[in-house]
């Protein structure tokens, strides 16, 4: 029965491969964890949308555990997040919007059309600030603590789902610290 | 024949990646530039490089990469710089660690494999 | 109405895939022949309800019955009527029932052209077909189901089919794939019929052999009109982008061709006939496996459906089962049909078994990088990519030995050679094939490209060694006694080293540039003055944009062409459709790319000599399948003794 192994090889082989497909079904290729969580977030100084003279800077952000919002005008997926951003600014959540790649005047009226739950919101027309944050589309959702260190990076729509499952067990234990 | 000799005749220079839209000083830079863009991915079509991807993102990362080469940065400090923001996997070509060992070295396994393969069923002049 | 209809058609194709498989096994079981000889009726019965299902849904686009959900999401008022056809498989519920109607046909087929075939053997083939589809059928029915309706958007225009599909390549680049992956079924229901039988017919492979050759040819065509279709659409010049759905056709087709190899000398020799089951097993399996892969969502690919991960968790069962079952099958009965000894080390079966090996690695290597992502995230050790440099990377150094071994196999004798033998009259071709690249790149180009060097030398190798082999054989027999296979054989072996001459070319002295242009300007490409002439406004059926004039001016003539840019009215998204000025020799490629401040734009400009070779190549591959397919010897008795060993054609 020597040969018996290698007639089970192709078995094994396929067998593993199932296992990691099967792992793989939970997992989504598409969304990548930022690199950055546990680092600061990077200098920034984004003219604001409501009055160009003032500008926001990670300063804006600290004291307190706080959200940035990666959005635009131009994404139509923003537009699906904007109720419940809302819901959580409501409840006393602190979120900060950056308007990512848009048109100022787009923008305001956007946020007359969807709602705005924005405490401040900064404008980055050429995506630079965006890149220094690994931002590679929008909508996308930044958890800083109020030291201003990244701790989550969401990508796509937050949802209930999303912010039950991943977002208040962190906000959780950042606030039991210093 | 005429077409043939005509096109043969015409080519330029090997394979590159000229660009007036994103003019630099040197071959060199050029070569970098090229070369870089082909190392990279777009994030957004996550299968194409940034050579040949239309998305913004790409657009926003060629810019990016033109503007450090021009200001003389090496390879390494380019990729550096976007991986510190991005991770592993805006590289196209997975970086030679312990992790993609088997990815590198696999085919070379695979390739040992077959031949015992091979050299088992032909030099064993039996029956099974 | 008709909605439902096909709906109804669907389950009553279960009805009878369900009979197929149930009704002959008792029969097979008890020894009733009636209920054994009842297997084509049910055969005829899916088809019929399939093609009714298949038929029903077409209707509901061509009617713009937008109450389907599937219809809304692929079609829309405004789509010409011929999209409208394809777009009954540009989803993922749609493109099932297309597979599902192809496996129908195939074994409509199988039934209509095996009556000689005998009847224990073929029932058995006809019951694994039967589960197959019932198994898919299923899938439809409980997952992918195409006749679901909604009632809450009623005025809708529909939401159109993606503008990359709208395309000439839609029409045929999906069905001629699906007619291949879904045409290796038959060799797989041949190779679990015969381990179900624990006895292989002596003409097994006189049996499979046209069947394989088939789905062979058709996943040929598939996958070089994808690589076509990729380059005129996409607007960015490439053909091929080791993308995950696209190696998920490629590896069929590799292991396709390995069996096509296998088939050969197992035929000839009664050799190897392990090899040729697991192998017919195998490139079923990748099929199967490429269609967990495209969608279920695991693996990110510009091609991907809609992700829904129960239908992953349907298809990996589905996998499991079928798969998982079959090589456990082959690993318990294989080696009862084996029983002859081992070729010589020098000589064509081992030649073929090392170029099987070969095709194999490839074949791995190809399945580990595109799933290596997954192996990664999934043991949690974070986001990996694989890309196109990996690929390139391995898969032209095993290329080398493979294409080299190509020219060299063909010349040995069966059972035992020598190399001494053939040195002769290979080490002067040899040397040509050196040489004559050589000389042909320092006449027409000013400088030398190593790869170009080196791909030409393998291509020149490969077709000067072919047409030797030719040359002796007329020379022995006759230009009359050569036989369609064997000229199968030389027309698709010089249609790969005519692809691998497009490549090297193509790659080795293109020409690329990204440049600012508004009308009026004009640019220098290779020699050749690119004129951007004038912008107009375009208005097209269910799209608007700019359509821009270009001329390309070599100095004797000038050619016009029109590159555009469209943006689909319905879902908005921009499409460039790039215009190419085409030639035998080179092409020149201009696509739109984003408008830049007032009147100008960014083009891109490709000039890209020997390009059409790869695909011509890739023709010639199907033409020499094609031949060897209709070969009379092995179509019109396949009963008859295998044609003796020496000097006999592959």
């Known amino acids: 029965m020597k040969l018996t192994f290698w007639r089970l090889l192709p078995v094994i082989v396929f067998a593993f491969l199932v296992v990691f497909f099967w792992r793989g079904l939970s997992l989504d290729p598409q969304k990548l964890p930022s690199v950055q969580v546990g680092q600061p977030l990077p200098e920034f100084k984004l003219p604001i949308l409501k009055d160009q003279t003032k500008n926001l800077t990670p300063a804006n952000l600290r004291g307190k555990i706080s959200l940035l919002n990666v959005w635009a005008s131009w994404c139509s997926a923003c537009i699906e997040e904007q109720v419940f951003l809302i819901q959580l600014a409501q409840q006393g959540m602190p979120i900060y919007g950056l308007n990512y790649k848009d048109d100022s005047a787009k923008a305001a009226q956007w946020l007359v059309q969807w709602g705005n739950p924005y405490r401040l919101i900064g404008t980055d027309k050429t995506g630079k600030v965006a890149i220094d944050l690994g931002v590679y589309g929008a909508p996308e959702t930044f958890l800083i603590d109020k030291h201003g260190i990244i701790r989550f990076r969401h990508v796509g729509v937050l949802d209930e789902k999303s912010w039950t499952q991943d977002f208040i067990p962190q906000i959780e234990s950042l606030q039991g610290q210093p | ?128 | 109405m008709i909605a439902e209809i096909g709906l109804f058609s669907l389950i009553l194709a279960l009805v009878f895939a369900s009979l197929l498989v149930i009704i002959p096994a008792i029969g097979l079981k008890t020894g009733k022949t009636e209920l054994i000889d009842s297997a084509p009726i049910y055969v005829i019965g899916q088809f019929c309800f399939v093609a009714f299902a298949y038929v029903a849904l077409t209707l509901c686009f061509l009617s713009n019955d937008f109450t389907v959900i599937y219809v809304l999401t692929n079609s829309s008022i405004s789509l010409p009527w011929f999209y409208k056809l394809c777009a009954v498989w540009g989803g993922h519920e749609g493109s099932m029932l297309l597979w599902v109607a192809i496996l129908s046909l195939w074994m409509l087929a199988v039934t209509l052209f095996s009556k000689k075939l005998e009847n224990q053997f073929k029932t058995r083939v006809l019951i694994v077909l039967g589960a197959l589809s019932v198994g898919f059928i299923l899938f439809l029915l409980s997952t992918s189901n195409p006749f679901l309706r909604q009632f809450q958007v009623l005025d809708s225009q529909g939401r159109d089919l993606n503008p990359l599909l709208q395309d000439l390549g839609f029409l045929f680049h999906p069905p001629m794939l699906y007619m291949g992956y879904v045409g290796f079924s038959v060799a797989f229901a041949f190779a679990i019929a015969a381990l179900w039988m624990g006895k292989l017919e002596s003409n097994w492979t006189k049996w499979t052999r046209p069947w394989t050759l088939a789905a062979w040819c058709c996943l040929t065509a598939g996958i070089t009109l994808g690589s076509w279709w990729a380059y005129r659409e996409l607007g960015w010049g490439g053909w091929w982008f080791w993308d995950p759905v696209e190696n998920a056709s490629f590896m069929p087709w590799l292991v396709g061709t390995a069996l096509i190899h296998s088939l050969a000398v197992s035929e000839q020799r009664r050799q190897f006939m392990a090899w040729t089951l697991l192998l017919a097993i195998t490139a079923f399996s990748l099929s199967l496996i490429g269609t967990f892969l495209v969608r279920s969502g695991v693996l990110t690919s510009v091609h991907a459906f809609a992700v829904d991960p129960q239908r992953g968790t349907y298809i990996l069962g589905f996998l499991l089962l079928v798969i998982g079952g079959s090589l456990l099958l082959f690993a318990l009965r294989a080696q009862t049909l084996q029983r002859v000894e081992n070729p010589a080390l020098v000589s064509r079966e081992s030649a073929l078994l090392l170029n099987n090996v070969f095709l194999a690695v490839i074949m791995l290597t190809v399945l580990m990088g595109t799933v290596y992502p997954l192996l990664i995230d999934g043991l949690g050790l974070g986001k990996l990519s694989v890309g196109a440099p990996y690929f390139n990377a391995v898969f032209v150094p095993i290329m080398i030995p493979l294409l080299i071994l190509m020219g060299l196999g063909i010349h040995l004798k069966w059972q035992r050679d020598s190399l001494n033998r053939i040195a002769i009259r290979l080490i002067a071709i040899a040397a040509m094939s050196i040489v004559v690249p050589l000389m042909l790149l320092i006449l027409f180009a000013n400088h030398i490209n190593g790869y170009t060097l080196l791909g030409l030398t393998l291509a020149f190798w490969l077709i000067l060694s072919t047409l030797k082999l030719l040359q002796i054989r007329i020379r022995q027999r006759g230009v009359n006694a050569l036989g369609q296979a064997f000229l199968g054989m030389v027309v698709a072996h010089c249609g790969i080293a005519v692809t691998v001459i497009g490549i090297a070319v193509s790659t080795g002295y293109g020409v690329q540039d990204d440049v600012r242009m508004a009308p009026g300007s004009k640019a220098k490409l290779a020699g050749y003055t690119i004129n951007f002439i004038e912008e107009k406004n375009l208005s097209g059926p269910n799209y608007h944009g700019a359509q821009a004039t270009f001329t390309i001016d070599n100095g004797k003539e000038i050619k016009t062409i029109y590159p555009e840019k469209r943006i689909y009215n319905v879902g908005k998204m921009a499409m460039t459709e790039s215009a190419i000025d085409v030639n035998p020799f080179r092409d020149i490629y201009v696509a739109l790319g984003e408008p830049l401040d007032d009147t100008a734009w960014s083009v891109r400009l490709y000039f890209k000599p020997f390009i059409r070779w790869i695909w011509a190549g890739g023709f010639m591959v199907l033409a020499g399948g094609l031949l060897a397919l209709t070969d009379r010897r092995y179509l019109i008795n396949p009963g008859k003794k295998p044609v003796e060993a020496e000097g006999a054609p592959i």
């Open chain 2, 1 to 128: 024949m005429r077409l043939l000799l005509l096109s043969f005749l015409l080519i330029v220079t090997s394979f590159s990646y000229a660009n007036s839209r994103y003019p630099l000083d040197t071959p060199r830079q050029e070569a970098q530039f090229s070369h870089l863009l082909k190392e990279l991915r777009c994030l957004v079509c996550q299968n194409q490089d940034l050579a040949d991807s239309n998305a913004g993102l790409a657009n926003d990362l060629r810019d990016q990469v033109y503007d450090m080469v021009k200001e003389g940065k090496s390879d390494n400090e380019i990729i550096n710089y976007l991986t510190a923001r991005y991770g592993d996997f805006i590289l196209f070509n997975p970086p030679v660690k312990a992790l993609t060992a088997l990815l590198w070295f696999g085919p070379a396994l695979f390739l040992l494999l077959g031949f015992i393969i091979f050299w088992r069923t032909c030099l064993k002049r039996t029956i099974i």
